[in-house]
Each structure stands twice: as C-alpha cells, then as structure tokens.
C-alpha cells in the first residue's frame, strides 16, 4: 500500500531540545510538505520541497530546518529556537514539480511533539 | 498572498438536517480548490476538489461544493448529515505564482458535531 509514513506518533522534549521528525513518502511523489496544526489555527506551511536537495520557507520557517537528500524522504527539525514547538506536525506530498502540478496533497497520519 | 476564510469555526447539527460550510478566498487568479476532512483520530484525507469545469463538484460521502467565482467562493454542503460526519472540515486553495506544487492555502477549520 503506498502512503506516508509518519514517525514517531507521540514525542515528548525538553525545552533546548532540538527534535527530528520523520516523514518517507512511497507513492513516488516529487513534492513533500510540512505543516503545523494549532486548534483554531488550521494548518500553516513550514516548508517544501519541490525537487530533491531544494526546498523552500513557508509562511512559518522560523526554528524549523529541513533536508532532502532522497525523493522519498524529508525529515523535519525542531530546534531550540523555535519558541512554540508543541503542536501537531503534518507531512504531506504531492504528485508533480511547478505548474504540472494540481497542488492536491496526500497526507500522514501526523506526529505531535510536546515540548515539557 | 492568498488567504482562506471559513466563517463558521464550530457547528452543531442534528442527524438529517442539511448543512452548508462556507469558504472565501481571496486571490483574482487561477485557483484550484479544495475541502479536506480530518476525522477524530485519523488523518487529513480529501473530501472534493475543483480544477476546472463544472463548478458544482461532488465528493465522497454525498458532499458537495460550488465554485462562485464572481463571489470567490467555494462552500461546501450535505443534504443530510449523519453522525459520522463528526469531524473537523478544512477548505484549501493553491494559486502560487510558482505552480500547483508549493503549497496549500488552508482556512483555520470548521469543527462540525452531530447530534444523534
């Protein structure tokens, strides 16, 4: 079954910290995304990655940092400077680069780090 | 940048009655358009979405949605809910300058209850 995996589900850290997220991607997609999720906030875009060894910031890239060293694979870093770090975090992907693409995203099942 | 606005963030409703979620974007442009759902404990998964064409566009479960343009809406609706569709509905656009592959747009979410 092809889908995103997401790892771990539950993390817990201390404050200075930092945290790597796991996301690997089977269905050959060429972008991968990730997204904050706060109650009342919807989600918010903390970086792309269109193409392997490229990404981009999204709206909220502060204390975030990233890598794309394989097409199925962008593991996301919550450093310490992040000033708010416990939320629900969200990998997704999608099909196409530029404009071949929809924008559809194919969503993880999430991890939610929380920061004691 | 484009932003995405859901007026209602929670609505209650009993089984049958008929519900309407409203969404506004705000970009002149080419947009593709999207509802995700996120039930209690599972991942984000589409709902429908809207490329082009007919701009009523109908989705799993026996929803629905309408692209306005001219009111740069795209509300979501369901002749009669369940209690199954308990879950929190998002709405989405992509209308990047960089493509389809940078990235959604997501309203802060509707958390809809249903009452058996």
């Known amino acids: 079954d092809g889908g995103i995996t997401q790892s771990p589900k539950y993390l817990f850290r201390k404050e200075g910290q930092n945290v790597t997220l796991s996301c690997e991607q089977n269905l050959n997609h060429d972008a991968m995304y990730w997204y904050r999720q706060d109650p009342g906030q919807g989600l918010r875009l903390i970086y792309y990655s269109q193409i392997v060894n490229d990404f981009q910031k999204g709206d909220i890239a502060e204390g975030y940092s990233v890598s794309r060293e394989k097409k199925e694979s962008f593991p996301l870093t919550v450093t310490s400077a992040q000033k708010n770090p416990t939320a629900f975090y969200l990998c997704?992907?999608?099909?196409?680069?530029?404009?071949?693409?929809?924008?559809?995203?194919?969503f993880g099942e999430g991890s939610r780090l929380t920061v004691l | 940048a484009q932003s995405v606005s859901q007026h209602n963030h929670h609505v209650i409703l009993s089984e049958a009655a008929s519900l309407e979620l409203g969404c506004n974007y705000s970009y002149g442009g080419t947009v593709n358009l999207f509802w995700y759902v996120q039930y209690p404990g599972q991942h984000l998964q589409l709902l429908l979405k809207y490329f082009s064409g007919d701009p009523l566009v109908k989705g799993i479960k026996g929803f629905e949605a309408e692209f306005i343009k001219s009111k740069f809406s795209f509300n979501l609706r369901k002749p009669s809910v369940q209690w199954s569709d308990t879950a929190e509905y998002f709405c989405a656009v992509n209308a990047g300058s960089g493509g389809g592959a940078d990235g959604l747009t997501f309203g802060k979410g509707t958390h809809l209850i249903i009452q058996p």
């Open positions: 997704a992907s999608s099909r196409g680069q530029g404009f071949r693409s929809t924008g559809e995203l194919f």
